[in-house]
């Protein structure tokens, strides 16, 4: 395909076309990931995950300028719908932004989150592909750490990062719920805030209660991301995680697990959709609703029944 072409060929152009294509399930879809997947398998991608106004995309910004020093080329995609790169980008973040804009290293897409999570997830895979496809070293996936899908679209990442702020009232237990777990490195963000020190110990005994980590110890990083501070103890932190993760094999284990999941994905909704349009989407099936109502039927022969169809 042209598209596919172009954007082997470093058009920022396709690559936004592409993404659009994924993002609206364009028809061409499909077959531009088809092409592209051969060339995929290359970025590093981190994971950024924390409650809103914790400083993401702020540190999202820092980290890819220092990528960029130490001569790496960076692909953003950010999925938190108040997300500076987002249309709805308050003056201060979209000055912000533009800096970042006019680097032809970068590039910087998000997302919008209407629709089903579940379908975001996909969509968010096929986008960091194709950025990886693009030729972009490292590729940052931003999500707010809210519900369990957001929290899966981190965990897919080769490094998980959990970004935290002090005075979050409940500090930790205001976090703990799913995304604690999933931090292979925390920065304490907005260090200049008062309880910086409190929030620090708290993950630190928290961690020290998480027996399962024993091979990879999570360091915590404190940074001030709207002055440029600590950025560069983070990338240390995450290229340190990448060593650990290739030289203990765990990188392999994780991309094959993704891509299981992706795989799984794919599968569960292909049939999803096969079913809800050869099977609940017919008359028999309203008929068959109204005998389990009335009791003439029990469901349990007529799933058996149905998935036996199905399967032939
Ligand atoms: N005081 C302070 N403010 C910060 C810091 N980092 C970011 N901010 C501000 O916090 C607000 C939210 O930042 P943003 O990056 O949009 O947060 P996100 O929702 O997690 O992506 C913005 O006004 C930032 O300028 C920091 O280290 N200290
Ligand atoms: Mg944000």
Same mark, same amino acid.
């Given at each position: 395909?042209?598209? %596919?072409?172009?954007?082997?060929?470093?058009?920022?152009?396709?690559?936004?076309?592409?993404?659009?294509?994924?993002?609206?399930?364009?028809?061409?879809?499909?077959?531009?990931?088809?092409?592209?997947?051969?060339?995929?398998?290359?970025?590093? %991608?981190?994971?950024?995950?924390?409650?809103?106004?914790?400083?993401?995309?702020?540190?999202?910004?820092?980290?890819?300028?220092?990528? #960029?020093?130490?001569?790496?080329? %960076?692909?953003?995609?950010?999925?938190?719908?108040?997300?500076?790169?987002?249309?709805?980008?308050?003056?201060?973040?979209?000055?912000?932004?533009?800096?970042?804009?006019?680097?032809?290293?970068?590039?910087?897409?998000?997302?919008?989150? #209407?629709?089903?999570?579940?379908?975001?997830?996909?969509?968010?895979?096929?986008?960091? !592909?194709?950025?990886?496809?693009?030729?972009?070293?490292?590729?940052?996936?931003?999500?707010?750490?809210?519900?369990? /899908?957001?929290?899966?679209?981190? !965990?897919?990442?080769?490094? /998980?990062?959990?970004?935290?702020?002090?005075?979050?009232?409940?500090?930790?237990?205001?976090?703990?719920?799913?995304?604690?777990?999933?931090?292979?490195?925390?920065?304490? @963000?907005?260090?200049?805030?008062?309880?910086?020190?409190?929030?620090?110990?708290?993950? $630190?005994?928290?961690?020290?209660? @998480? =027996?399962?980590?024993?091979?990879?110890?999570?360091?915590?990083?404190?940074?001030?991301?709207?002055?440029?501070?600590?950025? $560069?103890? %983070?990338?240390?932190?995450?290229?340190?995680?990448?060593?650990?993760?290739?030289? /203990?094999?765990?990188?392999? &284990?994780?991309? #094959?697990?993704?891509?299981?999941?992706?795989?799984?994905?794919?599968?569960?909704?292909?049939?999803? #959709?096969?079913?809800? !349009?050869?099977?609940?989407?017919? =008359? &028999?099936?309203?008929?068959?609703?109204?005998?389990?109502?009335?009791?003439?039927? $029990? =469901?349990?022969?007529?799933?058996?029944?149905?998935?036996?169809?199905?399967?032939?």
């Amino acid at each position: 395909m042209e598209i %596919v072409e172009k954007l082997l060929n470093h058009s920022r152009l396709a690559l936004s076309k592409a993404i659009t294509a994924v993002e609206n399930e364009y028809d061409d879809a499909v077959k531009i990931m088809t092409e592209i997947y051969p060339h995929t398998g290359n970025a590093y %991608v981190l994971g950024i995950t924390g409650p809103p106004g914790a400083g993401k995309s702020t540190l999202t910004d820092g980290l890819a300028k220092e990528y #960029r020093k130490r001569g790496k080329t %960076v692909g953003i995609v950010a999925i938190d719908p108040t997300s500076p790169y987002s249309g709805g980008a308050i003056l201060g973040d979209r000055i912000r932004m533009m800096d970042l804009m006019s680097d032809e290293g970068i590039f910087v897409r998000s997302m919008a989150t #209407r629709g089903s999570l579940g379908g975001l997830s996909q969509k968010t895979g096929d986008a960091v !592909k194709l950025m990886d496809a693009f030729g972009m070293d490292v590729i940052i996936v931003e999500t707010v750490g809210v519900g369990q /899908s957001e929290v899966d679209i981190v !965990k897919t990442a080769d490094t /998980s990062m959990v970004v935290v702020i002090p005075g979050m009232g409940d500090d930790i237990q205001a976090i703990k719920a799913g995304i604690l777990e999933i931090g292979d490195l925390f920065t304490i @963000n907005k260090a200049d805030r008062e309880g910086t020190d409190k929030l620090n110990i708290e993950i $630190e005994m928290m961690l020290e209660l @998480n =027996p399962e980590r024993v091979a990879w110890r999570p360091p915590i990083n404190r940074t001030i991301a709207s002055k440029g501070i600590g950025i $560069e103890a %983070v990338i240390d932190s995450i290229e340190a995680h990448k060593n650990y993760l290739i030289e /203990s094999g765990r990188l392999a &284990e994780i991309r #094959r697990a993704r891509i299981k999941n992706e795989v799984t994905a794919m599968l569960n909704d292909r049939v999803n #959709r096969y079913i809800d !349009k050869n099977v609940v989407e017919t =008359p &028999e099936f309203e008929e068959t609703v109204r005998k389990l109502q009335t009791r003439e039927i $029990e =469901p349990y022969s007529v799933v058996d029944k149905i998935v036996g169809n199905v399967l032939k």
